[in-house]
């Protein structure tokens, strides 16, 4: 469950979302402006407005960005979507069923890039679209976690290496880079920043992996799951008992927030 949606159920957008959230109202790309979380809606009509999205074999997701009309521009909800790993935004992904017209909740995502193409806009004129390349963040941590090794680079490589992995990636299909290894970065750099450490209590790690590296797990002080590339400076590495407090402790938020104020002076060190 993610943001109190259930994977697989249908949900009234104007009543579980608006009302809660706020937001735009008309368009397929919701940016509540109090709210860390984007909502995204695709559906079988969005061919009417030129809008073609789909799914790979691989359970990655072709979304064209928003635009009805002319060449798309990285603005807006586009523009949300392709910076929410640095804005540690949320980006939860519904499809809308008809002929019901609910949505349903699909998963949690992440973009891993984006691309353009030719295709015709509403009234029927080739245009450039923007299509994001969006991926369930579930395989992205399973993936990034079965690549741990042990670090054998120097701290300062691997922290370059970490910054520039949330950074918006222009077409992920032709980057150097995958979205797995963009999360492996990140974790490396954090889990070797720690040296052994947890950076919320002190505590040592509490044991160590097959392969001899130190236990801690990585946590997301801007987002409400944690997985996937983010900004270094709001990545912290947790013992397992500081992360599960955050999550499921009664003062979860107000640890979570000390987190944040902690990582300033971790990341200025």
């Known amino acids: 469950m993610s943001w109190g949606f259930e994977r697989g159920t249908a949900y009234n957008r104007r009543q579980d979302i608006h ?31 030129g809008y073609d999205d789909r799914q ?7 979304y064209f960005g928003e635009g009805q009309r002319g ?24 499809e809308k069923e008809y002929p019901a017209r609910h949505i349903v909740f699909k998963d949690e ?15 029927g004129n080739m245009r450039k679209a923007i299509v994001f390349e969006l991926r369930p963040l579930d395989s992205v941590v399973h993936v990034a976690d079965d690549k741990i090794a042990p670090v054998l680079d120097d701290l300062a490589t691997l922290r370059a290496r ?16 995958t979205i797995y290894e963009r999360s492996a970065d ?6 070797a920043r720690a040296k052994a450490v947890c950076e919320g209590c002190g505590s040592g790690a509490p ?15 801007r987002r409400v799951s944690d997985g996937g590339p983010d900004d270094p400076r709001f990545v912290i590495a ?17 640890y979570n927030d000390s987190l944040h104020t902690k990582m300033k002076s971790i990341e200025s060190n």
């Open 19 to 49: 009302a809660r959230f706020g937001g735009q109202r008309q368009s397929g790309i919701i940016t509540p402006a109090s709210h860390n979380v984007i909502f995204i809606i695709s559906g079988q009509r969005g061919l009417e407005y």
């Open 56 to 62: 790979h074999p691989d359970g990655l997701i072709d």
């Open 71 to 94: 060449d798309m521009t990285m603005t807006g909800g586009n523009r949300a979507i392709a910076d929410h790993l640095a804005d540690g935004k949320t980006l939860l992904f519904f």
């Open 109 to 123: 995502m992440i973009c891993q890039g984006w691309h353009t193409k030719d295709a015709l806009d509403r009234d």
């Open 162 to 177: 970490a910054f520039s992995a949330a950074k918006p990636t222009v077409s992920a299909k032709t980057g150097t880079r």
């Open 186 to 191: 990140v974790r490396d750099y954090v889990l």
């Open 207 to 221: 044991f160590k992996r097959p392969n001899g590296t130190d236990y801690l797990e990585p946590h997301h002080i």
């Open 238 to 254: 947790l013992c397992p008992n500081c992360h599960r407090r955050v999550h499921f402790g009664g003062d979860g938020t107000t």
